[in-house]
């Protein structure tokens, strides 16, 4: 049986002015328990696989990276559907992509202390900060809500309430109970938050523990 409590899955492609932040924020990060970081790079032609390789090199019990040779999105591929679950070794997945970051070393302690806590919650969230291409904090937050609470579906169907990078979820909730017309939804992050208040709560902090970027090369801007 795995040691690993989290499997963090990173889509990255061409974030090479962006990916050492995302990889900073994962390494940071300050746990009672194991995780790794599955980063799946799809192709990327400016660099971005070097700088990922030599984190790995330097922290190899925590990155898993996957180099892909063609790119897979091009060919209307779900990654995660199609690569990732069959890397993943941990009770829960964080998703953070290439080009977002998290900025709280606690967050994914205190995520899964919630998870672990009530296990019928499939998934909880939080706020997060909007940054632009370099960096820079701009005016206003990602955050739905004011305090935080459980959100039911019928909020989820009307709003996107949070950012990629703040979602943590049960990876066997999710495993067990996917409704098969979302398996290959090309757009992965909404079809699985409305797929988790089905079976089971969702939790929303409205701490700022992530940074979400605004750019043109952004992964969920491409509906990856």
């Not at 040779?69 to 559907?81: C, D, R």
């Not at 969230?125 to 937050?141: F, I, M, Q, R, T």
């Not at 709560?201 to 491409?222: D, E, G, H, P, T």
Request: aromatic share 16%.
């Amino acid at each position: 049986m795995s040691d690993v409590l989290v499997s963090v899955w990173c889509a990255t492609y061409n974030h090479k002015n962006y990916i050492r932040d995302a990889l900073e924020g994962f390494v940071r990060q300050k746990t009672n328990f194991r995780y790794e970081v599955i980063i799946h790079d799809d192709a990327s032609t400016d660099g971005t696989q070097e700088i990922i390789e030599k984190y790995h090199q330097q922290y190899p019990n925590i990155f898993v990276p996957i180099y892909e040779k063609e790119n897979v999105y091009s060919k209307g591929i779900n990654s995660f559907n199609s690569v990732g679950i069959s890397y993943v070794r941990g009770k829960y997945v964080a998703l953070c992509e290439g080009d977002d970051f998290w900025i709280d070393e606690y967050k994914l302690q205190k995520q899964v202390d919630f998870l672990e806590s009530h296990p019928d919650y499939s998934m909880c969230c939080h706020a997060g900060y909007y940054v632009d291409e370099s960096g820079y904090k701009l005016p206003g937050a990602f955050k739905t809500f004011d305090s935080d609470c459980t959100v039911d579906t019928d909020a989820l169907i009307k709003k996107w309430i949070c950012p990629t990078a703040s979602i943590v979820y049960n990876f066997g909730k999710y495993m067990d109970n996917r409704f098969p017309p979302l398996k290959n939804a090309p757009c992965g992050d909404y079809p699985k938050i409305i797929n988790f208040s089905i079976y089971g709560k969702l939790y929303f902090f409205s701490s700022i523990w992530s940074a979400y970027r605004i750019s043109n090369s952004s992964v969920s801007a491409k509906w990856r």
